[in-house]
């Protein structure tokens, strides 16, 4: 999905401008934060602005994704469906659904063959599935794989932790910084906080120090 970058005084100044250049409104818009804007106070003395990333948000899984997108889908679940059977004749497929995601539940027996040490087998069957779906001609949600509800109890943890900070940087009127996470873990607490108006969070950091900072909105 094409994204754009928006510098303006404040966020929700930024937001606007990208609405205007994408020709919509806010609620169809994912945004990232990459930079907030300075304090009033440090906003005198810094030409400092807001950063944002804006992109049109995803079609939702379900009716309104269009029939070549779920033709598409269907051909992943088949062949993702192969690799697992080469490992398990007995285990199979189930779609699902989490945020804009779509989720590949691989239903097994209950050996934990498909998770890994640390979730290590799963990560490397995500990152093959997703590979062969970067390839597809349509725009396809990002897949998550999952086994014997691994992958769902660390999402509620992470969505946890969001909460919990979030509640702590209402209270302190001021940011609060993750432990550094990867990628998709950085992606739950985006999406589990993005429903809340009164707050906003960016990632900084590099590489495996990457965290994302939760803060009240200006």
């Known amino acids: 999905m094409q994204s754009i970058e928006i510098q303006a005084k404040t966020v929700e100044e930024a937001i606007t401008l990208a609405g205007q250049q994408l020709h919509t409104t806010e609620d169809n818009l994912d945004i990232e934060v990459l930079e907030p804007a300075p ?17 049109l948000k995803r079609a939702p899984i379900g009716s309104a994704l269009c029939a070549t997108a779920h033709e598409t889908l269907d051909s992943l679940k088949i062949l993702f469906d192969r690799i697992v059977r080469n490992i ?24 934990g063959i ?27 949600p990002h ?29 302190k009127s001021g940011p609060i910084s993750t432990p550094p996470l990867n990628a998709s873990d950085r992606r739950i607490i985006h999406l589990t906080l993005k429903q809340y108006p009164d707050l906003t969070t960016w990632s900084k950091g590099d590489g495996g120090m990457r965290k994302v900072v939760i803060a009240p909105r200006q």
């Open 143 to 171: 897949i998550i794989v999952d086994s014997e509800g691994y992958r769902a109890r660390h999402i509620k943890s992470i969505e946890n932790l969001a909460l919990s900070l979030s509640e702590q940087a209402k209270k």
């Open 88 to 111: 398990d004749p007995t285990a199979c497929i189930e779609i699902e659904t989490h945020h804009d995601e779509v989720v590949f539940n691989i239903i097994g027996d209950g050996s």
């Open 39 to 55: 304090g009033k106070f440090i906003s005198i003395f810094s030409s400092r602005k807001a950063k944002i990333r804006a992109a």
């Open 114 to 140: 498909f998770i890994g040490k640390k979730g290590q087998t799963l990560e490397a069957l995500q990152y093959l599935v997703n590979k062969i779906r970067a390839r597809q001609p349509t725009d396809m």
